[in-house]
Structures are given as structure tokens and as C-alpha cells.
């Protein structure tokens, strides 16, 4: 079993001040979304060139700040497409299945297989913890405690299959 380097720096100052963060975002409206806002905080975090940062607490409120106004303007633009898309193309067509072609389903199916091999490799907790998470809508708490392992488990497990699900991406994306 390998073990894996104490958090440090900005990691550290996240994981001691997590409570905190997720409050702020549930009180700037998350609702819901707060634990996967802050999943996304983790990530940059994680991601984060080394180096000091002179006051970690304000750089992660930052950090939340800025996801979150990133998920409102995505999911507006997200809104803006859908009214423009349907305005454009009106009601449905009569006499035309609004159903994918039987090609983009076959193609949607391979790729479904691709991503559940990627999980399945990673091994049987971290796909269903990813299953339970993002198919079964579960927040990551309710995940933890019904796999019976903390919190930060579930995330590290999460991160493992967002990156596999991310490489797969990738490469179905250079094809």
C-alpha cells in the first residue's frame, strides 16, 4: 500500500477549513451544488502550482468565488443556447423523429462501454462511488457514510474517475 504525502500549503488551509468554505458557498446560493462547487475548489487547489501563498484562507474564498460565478455564467449561457436553439428550430417537425440516428446510438453505447471499463479499471469503490455520486445524484456525505469511509475518500476517489473519465474524453475528442 503506498501512502500519500501530507497536504501542505494551500491543500492544508482547504482541508482544515472545509466546513467554512462549504458554508460560504451555500450562503452565496449553492444550494445543492455546494458540495461539487467545492469539489471543483479542490481540484484547483490540488492543481495549483507550488509556492506561497500569503494568506491561504482569502486565496480559497477567492477560489470558491470564482467557481461559482463560472457555474452561474455557464449555466446561463447553458439557458441563453436552449431558448435561442429552440426558438430557432420551433416545435417539432411532423413526420420527423426528434430520436438520435441509430449510428449516434451506437456510438453513444461504445463510448458508455468505454467509460465503464475506465471506472470498472480503477476498481469496484471508486466507480460506484462515482456512480453514486454523479448517476444516483447521492451528495458526497451520504456517499461517505454509506461506503463507510470519509469524506475526503470519497473526493480522492472522485478525482481518480473524473480524471479516467477526462482521459477518455481527450481521446475520443483527437479522433
Known sequence: MTSTPAPDGLQAAFLAHRERLLRFLRARGAGEAAEDLLHE????VSAARPGPVAAPLAYLYRTANLVMIDRY????QARKRERAWSEATGATVPGVSDAPSGERVVIA????????????????????IFRRHRIDGVP??????????????????LRRAYRAVLEIRERLDED
Not at 451520504?142 to 476517489?157: I, P
Request: net charge positive; charged share 30%.
Open 41 to 44: 475548489v479542490w481540484l484547483k
Open 73 to 76: 455564467r455557464s449555466e446561463n
Open 109 to 128: 453505447r461504445q463510448h458508455a462501454r468505454m467509460v465503464a471499463a475506465a471506472l470498472d479499471a480503477l476498481g469496484e469503490r471508486p466507480a460506484a
Open 140 to 157: 458526497q456525505k451520504a456517499v461517505a457514510r454509506e461506503f463507510g469511509v470519509s469524506l475526503s475518500t470519497v473526493e480522492s476517489d
